[in-house]
């Protein structure tokens, strides 16, 4: 299998604590991987050093073959590489429509310059327009098209937030806690639409995520963490009853 997203021995230490501790994962074109471990075992710290928003004591981040560590989180999105978070954060006023549309990257009508040029940037707002339509029919929100952000629940927040990354051509997304606050029967569709993403559209995803009960169902490989290195890897059910990690959640 091919590896879209390789982590080569990422540290990073905050004053005496080291929360991630030269740690190497790899994430397999179109599959869900998932990441566990109880609180304080450096799940988040690890995403936010891979997105961008921390910038790694050691270690390397790469991304199709290309070193991404230590880069601007914008520059990584624009890689391909795109995260969303626990608590959803979009434009609370603008409807589900135009959140997708404020969300996608080739919009040159907006440039000063570009603005009085119709035929130069009229071709891209079709371009985004069709793209936003077929996005809210994947996630099946076109019901909800013109609703206000600020209206929606819980669990469409969440599908909200995949929308908007793919509106950037995601092509793997990193996911804090999905599933987060959420009922379990809207926390089972998002995760069944996860899945219909990757075999449709080819999409990676790797995933932090505290509800095992309901991700073990739908993710294809799991890396455990504890006290900021990796415990235990494999097949769900492999690391699920991995003693080690089963010892770190009651230890936890």
């Avoid at 601007?72 to 434009?91: C, D, N, S």
């Avoid at 009508?109 to 793209?131: D, I, M, S, Y």
Wanted: aromatic share 8%.
């Amino acid at each position: 299998m091919e590896a879209v997203l390789v982590i080569n021995g990422l540290t990073k230490s905050f004053g005496a604590l080291r929360a991630v501790d030269d740690v190497s994962m790899e994430v397999q074109k179109d599959i869900v991987t998932l990441l566990i471990g109880p609180n304080g075992s450096g799940k988040t710290t690890l995403i936010n050093c891979v997105s961008g928003l921390y910038k790694p004591d050691k270690g390397q981040v790469l991304y199709r073959g290309i070193d991404i560590t230590g880069e601007p989180p914008h520059k990584i999105v624009e890689k391909g590489l795109v995260r969303t978070f626990q608590i959803a954060m979009p434009f609370q006023k603008l409807t589900v429509f135009e959140n997708l549309l404020v969300s996608y990257g080739y919009n040159p009508g907006e440039k000063p310059l570009w603005c009085f040029f119709k035929g130069k940037w009229l071709n891209q707002e079709r371009t985004a327009v069709e793209k936003a339509s077929k996005i809210l029919h994947l996630l099946e929100l076109e019901d909800l098209y013109d609703a206000p952000a600020n209206t929606l629940s819980g669990g469409q927040l969440k599908l909200l937030e995949i929308g908007r990354a793919l509106m950037t051509d995601a092509k793997v997304i990193l996911m804090d806690e999905p599933a987060g606050s959420i009922s379990p029967i809207l926390a089972h569709d998002i995760f069944s639409h996860i899945v219909k993403l990757k075999e449709e559209l080819g999409i990676s995803f790797f995933i932090v995520e505290h509800r095992l009960d309901i991700a073990a169902q739908y993710v294809d490989y799991v890396y455990a963490m504890a006290r900021g290195r990796v415990i235990s890897k494999g097949k769900p059910k492999e690391v699920f009853n991995d003693a080690e990690v089963i010892e770190s959640y009651l230890g936890g």
